[in-house]
């Protein structure tokens, strides 16, 4: 297992200065720089010019790329905002955090809820409790997250209208006067913001893994061992959780490599129409703005989180599986 | 010892006059609003708290509110100059100018007894310590050019702690105002920049910085800040004992000013129907109709006030004369062209097509929110597809093809070409598309086309410098819809858009080969940049909005409608509001004292 786990982490070392060459170069070859919105200055028609010459963004991109990745590797330096003249770490750091707030909490929601969904409906196929899930998770696939947010920042408006206060807020993470409030008032309060993107995160994914796990189990459940089991007298709950369970949840297991970096990747659209001051709003402004250090920054972190997800994914898999050994 | 007793007394007696109170002209006084906490949405956040580094609008709105004087103020509802016709100064920071040379040198004695936030006096270091900070091009201050004329810069020198000289290189209209650097606290600033350089400027006041480390010298200080979320705003002590109303009372303004950040137009107006924000600019009919009804139920109780006027942009048309196909150079060079489309164009049908009626049709390239620059004596475009067709058949397309479209029996070329405008914008891709319609019937072919957004660039700005008519332009586009907002509105020259060859000219990049009529438009701007006179720069402006008139180098269409939505009692009465009239109600200078009075 040791050796695995060293040979693994050497492996991401290729991977990381692949991926984010790789990622460089995507940026770059989009048309312009972040100098080109200055183009259309009246007051400074030198604008645009003069910032390319400070920043550098005249110079070819390999050798940016590799200065970048100097101060990366040498300085843990994800460089300098374009946009804020900052510290690029100062700017994502504490947003990622506002994503994982929301993303965590509507990751292990959706699992509590998906997963005995899943299982409901592969155990009592095609009744009516698997039908009325069915058309529910259906319509959770085909409604984009930000029209559901819609729906509910419309309902949050007109409750207040109709009933003039707030059932739920109308987006935000916390209220105007959250700095005066106590620390119990201010963990209900976030709480209570919390309500709606929550709910429309957990919504939007429920369906897909309720339908992993529902087809997963339905696999699983036509095995040859499942009937032997079923023929030794074994009871209903023994064999379902005991003996399918485990084996239908290695797939959602394998998936939580890729939930790491999800878990601050932003929650999307929901971010930008509930006012959730998560990281995709930041991500979206600083690929219009070409603030490439800023994109790159988010990139990076997202990688890395994806390959240590990938990495813990399989050690977790080697603990619930038996026949995988390392 | 009496004598020296007296002196002391003197003495104290003379400080005590240099530390009275500034007080508004008599002409400002408190409007109706005082104290209480006022909320605002805007759209975006912030990505610094530094006023050397802030570079968005929504940043400059809020930042500079807390950031330290200027020497001279704007009017908000008067003259929008920092001078008055009579040519004295609005005075603020300042205490007297000296004019030494017009609009060019200046010897400034700042008023004594300012402070910063912090108890710090203010001085002439202050205003030195600015200039020194935003003109370092490697701070990368997005006002950066308030330090030089072109590349030539603007020198300040310290005379004595409370006055110093400011040189420009040649004369600038309204000099003071825009190549005033405004002031940071020296005795922060200058300590970090003489030790780590611009590297450690850039490096201060970010968005982790706790508001408690900085320094005001505004009306306002920033009390909390969370990111992504809002800032908040609260009366900066400091500054009411140095500024006061006209009647010696507290300056007007909220206790608090909340401003939520949001990325999400729904997000806002969710805010503003359920009373959590106090004032708004709607944009779109769906916006008016929701406001509307949340007044009508009575979830809000502010008032709106729809199709005030025109919005400061102006939708407009401009043709690439450095074309390499021979047949639409000419046609585009040609002014009869020109007027032929542009009176083949039904503005009304574009305002009630492209923006369900919220506009206006155009009579320049500036807008009436731009006035007095907006050329009142030109008359509305007409209407006239049928002139039209006579004017194109005198300059040689006289019949039509079998597809319809007209051509030059002689030289084979047809009335066609590419209209294209920038992807995403909806109301210009409508203008387009009504146009092409418009224009089909008779005998004109308008492609519409969608382009990005760096090839809608390229095609205004690309081959700036260099140009070679045989190479032609970085994009070699037909036809363009764009718009400006923005500039100078006390002298909107237009310098490097209206003048040969320059970076937002973009019909024309030539510097060699050009139009009479385009040597005359190069120069009357020129004579706009350097006129101090306001009257005879209206007079230039006129003049050249005339030329433009009869020559059609950008081919105005529709400003889109002004709305404005607010629930602040009698802070903005009717009469007074236009796209350019509103700023901040609490803006030092943005206080009159018929406000009340007249409000209605």
Known sequence: ?326 | MKRFILGIAALALVAAGFAQPYQWPEAYAPTAVQGGTVSEDLFGDFTTLNPVLISSAQENAVISMTAGPGLVYRDWLGNRSFQREDGSYNMYWAESIEEVRPNQEFVVTVRQGWKWSDGVEMTADDAIAARTIIGDPDVQSNSYSCGYVDADPVVYEKIDTYTYRITLPRPVTNALAVKDCGTLPAHVFMPVYEQSGAEGIRAMWGVDTPPSEMVFGGPYMISEFRQGERIVLTKNPMYGEFVQAADGSPLPGPDQWVVTFSQDQNAILSRLVTGQSDFYWPTTVDQLRAITDAINSGAIGGQLHANLGPSGSVDFITYNFNKLDQCKRDMFRNPVFRQAISIMIDRDALVQGAVGGLGFPAKDWNSEAAAPFDAPHLEPFEFDPERGVEMLASIGFSEAGPDGVLRNPQTGCRVEFDLQFNSGNNRRAQLAVIISQTLADYGVQVNPREVSSEIWTDSIVGTAEGFDPAAGRAVDYDAQIWGLAGGDIDNPHFQNGLMLGTNLNAWNKSRDDFASWELLMDRLTAAMVTEVDLEKRIELYNERATLMRDNLPITPLISTAFHFYHDLGNVWPLEFLDANSIESPYRPGNFRENLTINAN
């Open chain 1, 1 to 326: 297992m040791f050796v695995f786990i060293v040979r693994r982490v050497l492996n991401l070392i290729p991977t990381f200065l692949l991926a984010t060459f790789l990622a460089w170069f995507v940026i770059e070859i989009a048309p312009g720089d972040f100098a080109s919105q200055f183009a259309f200055d009246q007051v400074d028609p030198n604008k645009a010019q003069r910032i390319r010459e400070v920043l550098g963004l005249n110079q070819p991109w390999p050798i940016r790329y590799l200065y970048w990745l100097r101060n990366l590797v040498t300085n843990f330096d994800l460089g300098t905002s374009m946009v804020s003249k900052g510290d690029v770490t100062t700017l994502i750091y504490p947003r990622m955090v506002n994503s994982f707030w929301l993303l965590l909490p509507a990751t292990v929601l959706t699992f509590l809820i998906a997963i005995p969904i899943g299982v409901y409906s592969a155990v009592r196929k095609y009744s009516i409790g698997d039908r009325v899930l069915t058309v529910f998770s259906l319509i959770g696939l085909a409604v984009p997250n930000f029209f559901l947010a819609l729906l509910v920042l419309a309902f949050a408006v007109y409750f207040y209208q109709s009933n003039g206060w707030f059932l739920i807020p109308t987006g935000g993470m916390t209220s105007s006067n959250y700095s005066q409030l106590s620390l119990w008032q201010q963990v209900l309060d976030r709480g209570w913001h919390l309500i709606a993107p929550l709910l429309v995160v957990t919504l939007s994914s429920l369906a897909t893994t309720s339908r992993i796990m529902r087809g997963e189990m339905l696999e699983v459940m036509g095995q040859d061992y499942i009937r032997t089991a079923k023929a030794k007298g074994l009871s209903e709950n023994v064999v379902t959780y005991k003996h399918a369970f485990r084996n239908a949840v290695v797939v959602i297991i394998a998936t939580i490599g890729g939930l790491l970096p999800g878990l601050i990747s932003g929650a999307g659209t929901v971010e930008f129409v509930m006012r959730w001051p998560g990281i995709t709003p930041l991500f979206i402004s600083s690929i219009f703005a070409q603030d490439v250090y800023v994109v790159m920054a988010l990139l990076t972190v997202l990688t890395l989180f994806l390959m240590i997800g990938n990495l813990l994914s399989d050690l977790a898999l080697a603990l619930v599986d038996p026949r995988i050994r390392y």
